[in-house]
């Protein structure tokens, strides 16, 4: 016989893990509650829309009195130099990303404090949309000049840029965007359990150590660097705490001794408390 579970019985929602960046974002904001000092995002966010303009120019630079600078992607195809033209779109591309990068990283560490999924979306894919306000235009001209442009040109130009927009489109979006909600949570948690910036430590996917520092040495090369709180990612298997950290953090903590000792004693100090 069946029975109707009561309304009141619901089984709680599992709560959503957070990703890496999301914890990347956390661990410098716990950092900057502990020492006082805010990063500067600003730098990067100036830095991005500098190589946005600079993207425009190499697209769209016109004619400046009696001057024949060799770029400008438009006016070099009027001119027939195609491959000036081509040159100056994939320069331009390659801007879009750089300035994407700059941005994403301003985004990991302060995402924008809006509520909005609309405001949240806009923001964190400025990039791809800066990528479509650089380069449709062209497109655009293309379209509007279809009898004035021979056919070798049209097709070499139409080719080059949706190739460059697909791939800039693409470099440039965030597939990880981070929130200040989903970073308030962490904070939060942070805060409950007594961690510290230090307890976030960072790990690749198949190494098994990790690490006290996100500029250690051994991370440099690697693209998979993740993060998370020293107790979960202990449980799994980055069992082993890099030495290049333990020796760094001995240094700094003045200790000359054994460094497995001093490994010891770091784990100890980022227990959380009970």
């Not at 001057?67 to 400008?72: A, D, E, H, S």
């Not at 331009?92 to 609309?118: F, R």
Request: glycine content about 6%; overall charge negative; proline content about 4%.
């Amino acid at each position: 016989m069946a029975t109707n579970k009561p309304a009141g019985d619901k089984a709680p929602a599992e709560k959503k893990k957070p990703t890496s960046a999301t914890l990347m974002a956390a661990a410098a904001q716990l950092e900057e509650q502990e020492t006082g000092e805010k990063k500067n995002t600003v730098i990067l966010r100036v830095g991005a829309f500098v190589l946005w303009a600079l993207a425009a120019v190499a697209m769209y630079l016109p004619q400046i009195g009696n001057t024949n600078l060799p770029f400008g992607a438009v006016r070099m195809l009027f001119m027939n130099a195609v491959t000036e033209c081509v040159v100056d779109i994939i320069v331009a591309g390659v801007l879009v990303i750089l300035a994407a990068q700059l941005w994403k990283k301003a985004n990991h560490i302060h995402p924008t404090k809006s509520h909005s999924p609309v405001v949240q979306f806009l923001w964190n894919q400025l990039g791809v949309i800066m990528a479509g306000i650089i380069f449709a235009p062209l497109a655009i001209i293309l379209i509007r000049n279809n009898e004035k442009l021979d056919e070798r040109t049209k097709k070499i130009v139409a080719a080059v840029l949706a190739v460059v927009f697909i791939g800039a489109s693409a470099a440039s979006a965030d597939y990880h965007p981070v929130t200040q909600d989903a970073v308030d949570e962490v904070l939060q948690e942070a805060e409950e359990n007594g961690w510290t910036s230090s307890d976030l430590v960072y790990f690749t996917k198949y190494g098994y150590k990790y690490h006290y520092y996100e500029d250690c040495q051994a991370l440099k090369n690697s693209n998979t660097v993740s993060s998370g709180a020293l107790e979960e990612v202990a449980e799994g298997h980055h069992t082993d705490p890099c030495s290049f950290c333990v020796a760094r953090a001995a240094r700094e903590a003045g200790d000359k001794g054994d460094v497995t000792d001093a490994a010891e004693a770091i784990e100890e100090a980022l227990e959380p408390a009970a």
